[in-house]
C-alpha cells in the first residue's frame, strides 16, 4: 500500500540493528525513566504524610473541603482510558489485530486524557472560587490547611503536566498508525507509551484517597 512503511524502516534506528533489542533498550530505558518519576512523586507524597502526622485535623478538614464528585468522576476516567490504553497494547503485540483496532483504541485514551484535563480545569475555577489557593485570601483558618491546599496544588498540577505530555504521545501515535505511517504491530513505541500512561494513572490512583477521601467518614 502507498505511504506504509515497512518494518525495516519503521523499527530499527541507530545503533541497533535487531528489532527485539531495540524493543528490549526502550523498555529497559523507560523503566529507568518511571522509577526515577516515582521517586519525584514519592517525595512529594512523603512530604504530604509528614504534614498530616503533625496535624490530621486540619488535613482532614481541608481534605473534606475538595470536591469529591469531580476527583471520582476523574478517577472513572482515567480507569477507563488506562483500559483502553492496555487493549490497544495488547492488540499491537499481536500480528493478528487490525490496525484500526489498535489505532482508535489510542484515540479513545487521548480523548480520555482530555476529558479529564477539562473536568480538573472546571474542578480548579471552583477551588479559586471558594478561594482555596494558599495566599492571604485563604479560606480555611487553620495553617496546616494552606499545608494541605499547597500540596494539593502541586501534586495535582504536576500530574496534569505529566497527563499533558501523555495526551500528546498517545495522539501522536493514533495519528501516526492511523493515516498508515508507522507500523503499529509490535512497535516499542506503543509500549513503552502504554507503560507511561499507566504511571499516570497509577500515580493518580494514589493520590485520589489523599486528596479527597479524609474527613469524609461518617
Not at 188 to 201: F, G, K, N
Not at 210 to 217: D, K, N, Q, S, T
Request: glycine content about 6%; aromatic content about 12%.
Amino acid at each position: 500500500m502507498s505511504g506504509v512503511v515497512s518494518p525495516s524502516q519503521d523499527w530499527l534506528k541507530e545503533p541497533w540493528s535487531d528489532a527485539n533489542r531495540e524493543r528490549q533498550a526502550a523498555k529497559f530505558g523507560i523503566w529507568i525513566f518511571l522509577a526515577s518519576e516515582m521517586l519525584f512523586f514519592g517525595a512529594l507524597i512523603l512530604t504530604y504524610t509528614a504534614y498530616r502526622i503533625q496535624d490530621p485535623l486540619a488535613f482532614a478538614i481541608a481534605a473534606a473541603s475538595t470536591n469529591i464528585w469531580f476527583g471520582t468522576v476523574n478517577t472513572a476516567v482515567l480507569l477507563t482510558s488506562s483500559l483502553t490504553m492496555a487493549v490497544a497494547s495488547q492488540a499491537a503485540a499481536l500480528e493478528i489485530a487490525p490496525r484500526r483496532l489498535i489505532g482508535w483504541c489510542l484515540v479513545a485514551t487521548a480523548a480520555l486524557g482530555l476529558a479529564f484535563l477539562v473536568i480538573k480545569g472546571f474542578e480548579y475555577k471552583e477551588d479559586l472560587e471558594k478561594h482555596f489557593f494558599p495566599g492571604p485570601s485563604f479560606s480555611l483558618a487553620a495553617l496546616a490547611s494552606q499545608i494541605f491546599f499547597a500540596l494539593y496544588w502541586i501534586l495535582t498540577s504536576v500530574h496534569a503536566v505529566h497527563l499533558t505530555i501523555g495526551v500528546g504521545l498517545v495522539s501522536r501515535l493514533s495519528s501516526r498508525i492511523l493515516s498508515g505511517r508507522m507500523q503499529a504491530h509490535k512497535h516499542p513505541q506503543i509500549e513503552v507509551t502504554a507503560l507511561y500512561w499507566h504511571l499516570v494513572d497509577v500515580v493518580w490512583i494514589i493520590l485520589y484517597p489523599l486528596l479527597y477521601l479524609p474527613g469524609r467518614a461518617s
